[in-house]
């Protein structure tokens, strides 16, 4: 009798756990809760809505800066001699700028520095090569008459030399007109002037176009240039020129 009564125990519970007991149609899944309905919405982000997706080997995280060269500069230009030239800066937030004489002061590069004006021009080279020169005129020089330029020789489509210089004009028979001329437009003139070239330094272009339109956009500077004239010594200059004539 004992046993008989448990067994009749263990089968009405079984009932009570089924809603359906005795029928043919299965038990329903009780309903999902609210934070899980929500968390299971098509209307929230993805992993690759929010940048958490899968990343693809070598992809850099940072976005590359792209900068406008309209003419190839090799990978082993940083090592010409006397004067490297390299790809860097941010294009578009160039200026002209000038400053001689640097020295390291307290851990710091300081020099005398001035504001400039810039011009550029596209001149014939040889064996069908062009010379973008960019002019860079700074105030506190105009009473020496004194400009600096910095020179690339393009042939097709690469940059094959870059150079710098400072023009000292010497010819007291021109009078000063205002007009920013460079060495060649000195040369066609007959206007004479002295040229130093820097014994060191480093080119660092933003912008290059040699094409001879107004909206041509060339930028860039010109770090430690070493020249033997005492009055200028280590020189810092950038440039930011548009149009070239």
Do not use: C
Request: proline share 6%; hydrophobic share 40%.
């Amino acid at each position: 009798m004992r046993a008989a009564a448990l067994a009749v125990l263990l089968v009405r519970a079984a009932a009570a756990q089924s809603p359906m007991y005795g029928s043919d149609k299965p038990a329903e899944a009780p309903a999902a809760s609210t934070e899980t309905v929500t968390a299971s919405s098509s209307t929230a982000p993805t992993d690759e809505m929010t940048g958490r997706g899968v990343k693809v080997g070598g992809d850099d995280p940072k976005p590359k800066l792209t900068r406008p060269l309209h003419a190839v500069i090799h990978k082993d230009a940083a090592d010409w001699d006397p004067v490297g030239l390299r790809v860097g800066g941010v294009p578009g937030a160039g200026e002209n700028a000038v400053a001689v004489k640097v020295v390291k002061v307290k851990g710091r590069m300081k020099g005398e520095s001035s504001k400039a004006r810039s011009a550029a021009r596209l001149h014939r080279g040889k064996k069908d090569s062009r010379w973008l020169v960019i002019s860079v005129y700074p105030k506190s020089l105009e009473a020496k008459r004194t400009h600096f330029e910095v020179r690339f020789r393009i042939f097709e489509g690469f940059v094959e030399e870059a150079e710098a210089a400072a023009i000292i004009v010497t010819d007291r028979r021109r009078q000063k007109t205002g007009r920013m001329l460079d060495s060649y437009d000195l040369r066609e003139q007959g206007v004479e002037y002295q040229e130093e070239k820097p014994g060191s330094g480093a080119f660092v272009v933003a912008e290059l176009d040699p094409r001879l339109k107004p909206s041509s956009a060339n930028s860039g500077r010109l770090e430690k240039a070493e020249f033997a004239d005492p009055s200028l010594g280590f020189v810092n200059l950038s440039w930011s020129s548009h149009g070239v004539r």
